[in-house]
């Protein structure tokens, strides 16, 4: 079984440039979310989605971040425009559906914003 | 929001040698998990604990949930070097449609040979 894609793997750009990431979930898996990893410390959730439906966007910064699931299958998150603190590793993780707890991740972007 | 603290945030220890790592937490968790994260890697799921006094091993891996609900430890027994990573605990509140994790800070394993 394949496990949760995202690309890019790596991106640098500048501050106050727009950055968009892309995450596609084990198949099947209805659940998904994003995550912010800033360096050294550990993964805090960004936006949880539930088929094409935000569940839980509390913690996304909506002045500057979005993210959408148009289908229910794949996702993508955006910056527009970034900050030097957005420099991050962005993980996507998923689960079949409610039911379950054990999330399986996808191995991140790293962002440099410079 | 829930915090936990995870300690130590680093270690180093020789080949052979059993670790111990815990998470304290002010609020009480339904589920605790413990992830391992490689460099250039997302985390990935070593163990998880559904019920307070739980001890749960995988190889050579046990892990309990507190009776308090409020911490759990991880522990690694005769570690080998490819045990070296970061060690994330998770606990997770249900909340109607919401599943969702809060993780600790991690903590560094250096295993020297």
């Known amino acids: 079984e394949a496990g949760v894609a995202q690309s890019p793997r790596y991106k640098i750009i500048e501050k106050r440039q727009s950055v968009a990431f892309w995450c596609n979930p084990i198949?099947?898996?209805?659940?998904l979310y994003w995550y912010q990893q800033i360096l050294g410390q550990g993964p805090k959730l960004l936006i949880q989605?539930?088929?094409?439906?935000?569940?839980?966007d509390s913690q996304l910064p909506k002045d500057r971040f979005s993210a959408e699931r148009l289908k229910g299958v794949d996702s993508t998150l955006k910056i527009q425009p970034a900050k030097l603190e957005d420099s991050a590793v962005y993980l996507c993780?998923?689960?079949?559906?409610?039911?379950?707890?054990?999330?399986?991740f996808g191995p991140g972007t790293r962002l440099t914003v410079l | 929001g829930q915090q936990l603290n995870q300690s130590p945030q680093s270690m180093f220890i020789q080949e052979g040698e059993d670790v111990s790592m815990n998470c304290t937490s002010s609020?009480?968790?339904?589920?605790w998990l413990w992830y391992k994260q490689d460099p250039g890697e997302g985390p990935v799921l070593l163990i998880a604990?559904?019920?307070?006094?739980e001890l749960t091993s995988n190889g050579r891996l046990t892990a309990q949930f507190g009776i308090t609900r409020k911490d759990s430890f991880l522990n690694i027994s005769a570690s080998i070097p490819s045990d070296v990573g970061i060690y994330f605990c998770?606990?997770?509140?249900?909340?109607?449609?919401?599943?969702?994790?809060?993780f600790g800070s991690g903590t560094q394993l250096t295993v020297l040979p």
């Open positions: 198949s099947g898996h209805a659940t």
């Open positions: 993780a998923s689960i079949p559906g409610l039911a379950y707890n054990e999330q399986f």
């Open positions: 609020s009480i968790f339904n589920t």
């Open positions: 989605f539930q088929n094409n439906g935000v569940v839980d």
């Open positions: 604990l559904y019920k307070a006094g």
């Open positions: 998770a606990g997770q509140v249900s909340s109607g449609s919401a599943r969702q994790l809060t």
